[in-house]
Nanobody, 127 residues
Framework: QVQLVESGGGLVQAGGSLRLSCAAS????????MGWFRQVPGRVREVVAG????????YYPESMKDRFTISRDNAKNTLYLEMNNLKPDDTAVYFC????????????????????WGKGTLVTVSS
């Protein structure tokens, strides 16, 4: 099994920045592609970013492409999300996830593609 623990969330003003981290433990050799998701209560969970195994490729939805950066340090078993120019609409619980089946991000970001999930960290952006 793999355990994922997010950190780095908090309260920030609009226009500010945060860096989220996701520490993986357990059978980390099973981890291939990874991603960040977010969810607002009552709304559908959405993809924030994805990254392939060995960081060859990454993906962002259009609304986040110029503001968010996903990266990973496989030696430290840690996934990161750098978020800049934050907006109140970015307020959500952010989850990291990992796939043991897919090395590239496309299938892992689809519904059911991730095998391991963290419990989330809350990001609140004030206006």
């Amino acid at each position: 099994q793999v355990q994922l623990v997010e950190s780095g969330g908090g309260l920030v003003q609009a226009g500010g920045s945060l860096r989220l981290s996701c520490a993986a433990s357990g059978r980390t050799l099973n981890i291939l592609s990874m991603g960040w998701f977010r969810q607002v209560p009552g709304r559908v969970r959405e993809v924030v970013a994805g990254i392939s195994w060995m960081s060859v490729r990454s993906y962002y939805p259009e609304s986040m492409k110029d503001r968010f950066t996903i990266s990973r340090d496989n030696a430290k078993n840690t996934l990161y999300l750098e978020m800049n120019n934050l907006k109140p609409d970015d307020t959500a619980v952010y989850f990291c996830a990992a796939s043991r089946r897919f090395g590239d991000y496309e299938p892992s970001l689809a519904d059911g593609g991730m095998d391991y999930w963290g419990k989330g960290t809350l990001v609140t952006v004030s206006s």
